[in-house]
Structures are given as C-alpha cells and as structure tokens.
C-alpha cells in the first residue's frame, strides 16, 4: 500500500502541525531582539505559542521554566501522534520518546548523587505522561542513589545502572548517564532496518549524525570534565 494512503490520516496532521511552526521570518526577527523578554514577548504574540506560554512572566530571569514547558509540549506533540500509528512506527515512535524519559533519569541520577533532595526536581521532570513505562512517582520517594536504582526495578534501566553502583562516585555520573544515551540509540537503530525502505535511508542518515555528535561529545566529556583518558 503507498505510503500517502497508507498514512493519509497521520499526515494530515503533521502538515496541521507544520503550519504552527515559526517561519524563518520569525527567527530572523527572533534574532533581532534585545533580551529574552522581547524575545518572549514576540512568542507570545503568536496564537501557536500564546496558549503555551500565557502564564510565563517574561520579566522573570530565570528560563528553565519556558524551557521546561517547550520540552513538555514536544511531548505532548508525539504522543497525539501516536494513535495514527501503529507496528513498527508505533514502536519507533515510542522508541524516540524515550530521550526524554532518559533527560529525566540523568537529572534524578545527577541530584541523588549530589545528596539533594530526589523529589526536589519533581517540578523539572519532562516525560511523566502515560506513556512512559517509569513510575515517576516513585523514583521521587528515593533517597538516595542505591534507593533509586532499586525503584527501577521492574524497568529496563535497573539491570543498566545497577552495576555503576560500585564504581567511584566521581565517576558515576559519566557512565551513567552514557550508558542512558547508548540505551536510547540502541533501541532507535534496532527498529530503522524494519522502516520502509525510503523512511529507512533517511533516518539512517539522521541517526548516523546523531550517533557521530554524541561520540563527540562523551570522548570531550571524558577528557576534559571526568579526566578519563580510557
């Protein structure tokens, strides 16, 4: 069956989505304003982003917020799609939302280690929608790493993570957190040979550049910030 029947309905409404996009005029005069409260100003003056952002005070210094719900609403976007799909690119779909879930895993792993307060961070999670298989919930009752490795018990981040428990604690954090991104790619790339041949050329190549930017990125991090050189 060709693809543009046979995913008519999804992409409908992917094109409804595209039409809210920022035009590259919009980022031209993004990039003309002054500070982030013309910045959020212009936004909010979009009927896209108006809803989104109505309750943000654009004066406020702090971005984490504004952040914070751009991120929620990415997520929010995939999993209006996921109805449209199903098989194989249900599963890919899921698969991409689990970077998410992986964002928030490092930021519970990076305060537990730290000897913050786990559900501190309650307000900054991203991915606790239905859709996640963690219970997000309950990882904010840990109380300290060991505590929160062990609330991933019926997940598949338990087995991945448990064995860092013995490593040093100055270097707990690398390997977790590049063990949460290998986690992630691996179950992206494992579905690709299963696409469509055309949607598996394409996300082969996207994934490939992906791939490439986090070896980057983790051999830099290894050096300069954990002074791993092996």
Not at 108 to 116: C, E, M, R, S, Y
Not at 179 to 186: A, E, G, K, S
Request: aromatic share 14%; charged share 30%.
């Amino acid at each position: 069956m060709p693809n543009i029947s046979k995913y008519a309905a999804v992409n409908t409404k992917i094109r409804y989505l595209e039409g809210q996009l920022l035009s590259n005029e919009d980022y031209e005069a993004l990039l003309n304003k002054e500070d982030t409260e013309e910045i959020m100003l212009f936004l909010k003056s979009k009927k896209e982003y108006y809803e989104l952002l109505k309750d943000i005070d654009e004066q406020s210094s702090d971005l984490s917020a504004f952040e914070l719900l751009l991120l929620k609403n990415n997520v929010w976007h995939y999993e209006q799609l996921l109805p449209y799909f199903s098989g194989t690119y249900k599963k890919f779909v899921k698969a991409f939302l689990i970077r998410y879930e992986v964002s928030d895993l490092k930021l519970l792993i990076k305060t537990a280690i730290k000897g913050q307060d786990i559900q501190s961070v309650g307000n900054y999670l991203i991915s606790c929608t239905k859709n996640s298989a963690i219970d997000f919930y309950k990882l904010l009752q840990s109380k300290s790493l060991e505590d929160l490795i062990d609330n991933l018990a019926e997940t598949p981040y338990h087995n991945l993570l448990k064995p860092f428990l013995e490593e040093s604690s100055d270097r707990q954090l690398f390997y977790m957190e590049m063990t949460l991104d290998q986690y992630f790619f691996r179950r992206i790339t494992s579905l690709i040979p299963k696409l469509d041949p055309e949607d598996r050329r394409l996300f082969k190549k996207f994934m490939g550049i992906k791939i490439d930017l986090f070896n980057i990125q983790w051999i830099y991090r290894a050096k300069e910030l954990f002074d791993i050189s092996s």
